[in-house]
């Protein structure tokens, strides 16, 4: 099984930029389907970037242009790389993984994945 921990999270200001990290141990990440969703408060989970085995990143609509997934296999880590941040942007982020193959709108599901890291918080002031 592969473990996640996710970092890099914290206070920010409206227009501001973060970079979280999602360090993998156990399997080499490089293997893996990785997501990064985010839980805003009161809102539904909800998927931000994934990153394929391949390495072919994929966005949701809203995110394409202010985030950027990467990854960095001697690492064995995934980053995503947040920009003109908003409030709106506040919420806990969490990276996921799966082995499976996945394709499509699949990339997006949160139940496709079942490996989670504990999450970052991300708060973005006015």
């Known amino acids: 099984q592969v473990q996640l921990v996710e970092s890099g999270g914290g206070l920010v200001q409206a227009g501001g930029s973060l970079r979280l990290s999602c360090v993998a141990s156990?399997?080499?990440?490089?293997?893996?389907?990785v997501a990064w969703f985010r839980h805003p408060p009161g809102k539904a989970r909800e998927c931000v970037a994934v990153r394929d085995w391949s390495g072919a990143a994929y966005y949701s609509d809203s995110k394409k242009g202010r985030f950027t997934i990467s990854g960095d296999n001697a690492a064995n880590t995934v980053y995503l790389q947040m920009g003109s941040l908003k409030p709106d942007d506040t919420a806990v982020y969490f990276c996921?993984?799966?082995?499976?193959?996945?394709?499509?709108?699949?990339?997006?599901?949160?139940?496709?994945?079942?490996?989670w890291g504990q999450g970052t918080q991300v708060t973005v002031s006015s």
């Open positions: 156990g399997r080499a990440l490089s293997t893996y389907t």
């Open positions: 996921a993984a799966s082995s499976r193959g996945l394709s499509g709108r699949d990339y997006f599901y949160d139940f496709k994945y079942p490996y």
